[in-house]
């Protein structure tokens, strides 16, 4: 069974940073483009970064320069290093893996950020 298990939400003032961490269940870590997503309240959820399986990476404008997206092969798992928050970075922030061939795709259960003072 295919597990994403996001990590690393919480509660931070403006300017503060948080690293959220996904480990991905290693039959498909090698293998599948990851993303972050996130969603605010009464939004859509949106993309805000990805990396594949050869560690090439996608950054939307809103993480530009203050976000990092990266993997750590030996522990099945990515990251999105956030600096700089901001309170419209407030939202739940979700793991997403995606089959190359379009096949099949897993999304984690989502784990909270607030930005706020």
């Known amino acids: 069974q295919v597990q994403l298990v996001e990590s690393g939400g919480g509660l931070v003032q403006p300017g503060g940073s948080l690293r959220l961490s996904c480990e991905v269940s290693?039959?498909?870590?090698?293998?599948?483009?990851l993303s972050w997503y996130r969603q605010a309240p009464g939004k859509q959820r949106e993309l805000v970064a990805d990396?594949?399986?050869?560690?090439?990476?996608f950054y939307r404008d809103l993480a530009k320069g203050r976000f990092t997206i990266y993997r750590d092969n030996a522990k099945n798992t990515v990251y999105l290093q956030m600096d700089m928050l901001k309170p419209e970075d407030t939202g739940t922030y979700y793991c997403?893996?995606?089959?190359?061939?379009?096949?099949?795709?897993?999304w984690g259960q989502g784990t909270q950020v607030t930005v706020s003072s």
């Open positions: 997403y893996a995606d089959d190359p061939r379009g096949i099949y795709s897993y």
């Open positions: 290693e039959s498909i870590f090698s293998i599948y483009t």
């Open positions: 990396i594949t399986s050869s560690g090439s990476t």
